[in-house]
Protein backbone atom coordinates (compact mmCIF):
# COMPACT_ATOMS: atom_id res chain seq x y z
CA UNK A 1 0.00 0.00 0.00
CA UNK A 2 1.61 3.33 -0.75
CA UNK A 3 2.96 5.51 2.33
CA UNK A 4 1.13 8.51 3.50
CA UNK A 5 2.24 12.08 2.18
CA UNK A 6 3.37 14.59 4.74
CA UNK A 7 1.85 17.93 3.33
CA UNK A 8 3.50 19.60 6.11
CA UNK A 9 0.29 20.36 7.78
CA UNK A 10 0.63 21.89 11.32
CA UNK A 11 -0.81 18.79 13.55
CA UNK A 12 -2.13 21.51 15.42
CA UNK A 13 -5.29 21.53 13.44
CA UNK A 14 -6.34 18.45 14.47
CA UNK A 15 -6.56 19.32 17.99
CA UNK A 16 -10.19 19.39 18.30
CA UNK A 17 -10.09 15.48 17.56
CA UNK A 18 -7.80 15.03 20.94
CA UNK A 19 -8.72 13.61 23.94
CA UNK A 20 -7.54 15.06 27.25
CA UNK A 21 -5.19 13.40 29.67
CA UNK A 22 -8.25 12.85 32.50
CA UNK A 23 -11.11 11.93 29.53
CA UNK A 24 -12.41 9.09 31.25
CA UNK A 25 -12.83 7.24 27.48
CA UNK A 26 -8.99 7.87 26.76
CA UNK A 27 -7.32 4.45 27.79
CA UNK A 28 -10.49 2.84 25.60
CA UNK A 29 -10.20 4.86 22.49
CA UNK A 30 -6.90 4.19 22.13
CA UNK A 31 -7.81 0.34 22.85
CA UNK A 32 -10.00 0.73 19.79
CA UNK A 33 -7.36 2.39 17.78
CA UNK A 34 -4.58 -0.24 18.29
CA UNK A 35 -7.33 -2.58 17.43
CA UNK A 36 -8.24 -1.17 14.40
CA UNK A 37 -4.45 -0.85 13.16
CA UNK A 38 -3.89 -3.89 14.16
CA UNK A 39 -7.01 -5.12 11.89
CA UNK A 40 -6.35 -2.73 9.06
CA UNK A 41 -2.48 -4.33 8.86
CA UNK A 42 -3.74 -7.63 8.59
CA UNK A 43 -6.00 -6.70 6.14
CA UNK A 44 -3.38 -4.99 3.96
CA UNK A 45 -1.29 -8.13 4.18
CA UNK A 46 -3.73 -10.52 2.83
CA UNK A 47 -4.96 -8.30 -0.37
CA UNK A 48 -3.32 -8.42 -3.46
CA UNK A 49 -1.06 -5.31 -4.28
CA UNK A 50 -4.04 -4.32 -6.99
CA UNK A 51 -7.01 -4.50 -5.44
CA UNK A 52 -5.29 -2.65 -2.12
CA UNK A 53 -4.37 0.16 -3.99
CA UNK A 54 -7.98 0.58 -5.62
CA UNK A 55 -9.40 -0.29 -2.49
CA UNK A 56 -7.53 3.15 -1.18
CA UNK A 57 -8.71 4.87 -4.08
CA UNK A 58 -12.24 3.93 -3.23
CA UNK A 59 -11.81 4.77 0.71
CA UNK A 60 -10.32 8.33 0.10
CA UNK A 61 -13.51 8.90 -2.48
CA UNK A 62 -15.95 8.31 0.38
CA UNK A 63 -13.94 10.31 2.73
CA UNK A 64 -14.21 12.93 0.40
CA UNK A 65 -17.73 12.22 -0.13
CA UNK A 66 -18.78 12.57 3.46
CA UNK A 67 -16.35 15.12 4.28
CA UNK A 68 -18.11 17.26 1.95
CA UNK A 69 -21.23 16.31 2.98
CA UNK A 70 -20.95 17.36 6.49
CA UNK A 71 -19.84 20.35 5.34
CA UNK A 72 -23.37 21.12 3.50
CA UNK A 73 -21.85 19.68 -0.41
CA UNK A 74 -23.81 16.70 -1.36
CA UNK A 75 -21.39 15.74 -4.37
CA UNK A 76 -21.55 12.07 -5.00
CA UNK A 77 -18.47 9.95 -5.25
CA UNK A 78 -19.74 9.76 -9.20
CA UNK A 79 -19.42 13.63 -9.54
CA UNK A 80 -16.33 13.78 -7.88
CA UNK A 81 -14.53 11.30 -10.03
CA UNK A 82 -15.52 12.39 -12.96
CA UNK A 83 -14.74 16.24 -11.49
CA UNK A 84 -10.80 14.70 -11.14
CA UNK A 85 -11.27 13.41 -14.95
CA UNK A 86 -12.12 17.35 -15.85
CA UNK A 87 -15.23 16.27 -16.82
CA UNK A 88 -17.38 18.50 -15.20
CA UNK A 89 -21.28 19.38 -15.29
CA UNK A 90 -22.78 21.91 -17.32
CA UNK A 91 -24.96 23.29 -14.67
CA UNK A 92 -23.28 25.97 -12.77
CA UNK A 93 -24.60 24.66 -9.18
CA UNK A 94 -23.68 21.06 -9.82
CA UNK A 95 -20.09 22.18 -11.98
CA UNK A 96 -19.26 24.14 -8.41
CA UNK A 97 -19.97 21.28 -6.14
CA UNK A 98 -17.65 19.23 -8.21
CA UNK A 99 -14.88 21.68 -8.33
CA UNK A 100 -15.26 21.79 -3.90
CA UNK A 101 -15.80 18.26 -3.73
CA UNK A 102 -12.75 16.81 -5.79
CA UNK A 103 -10.52 19.72 -4.65
CA UNK A 104 -8.99 17.43 -1.35
CA UNK A 105 -8.62 15.01 -3.47
CA UNK A 106 -6.95 16.91 -6.43
CA UNK A 107 -4.55 18.64 -3.95
CA UNK A 108 -3.45 15.38 -2.51
CA UNK A 109 -5.23 16.59 1.15
CA UNK A 110 -7.17 13.48 1.37
CA UNK A 111 -5.41 10.10 1.92
Do not use: W
Amino acid sequence: MSQPVDCGEDTSLMEPMLLGESSPRRVALADKALELFTASTRLDGTLPRGVAGCLAGLVRSMNCYYSNLMEGHDTHPVDIERALRADYSAGPRKRDLQLKGSAPLAAGAVS
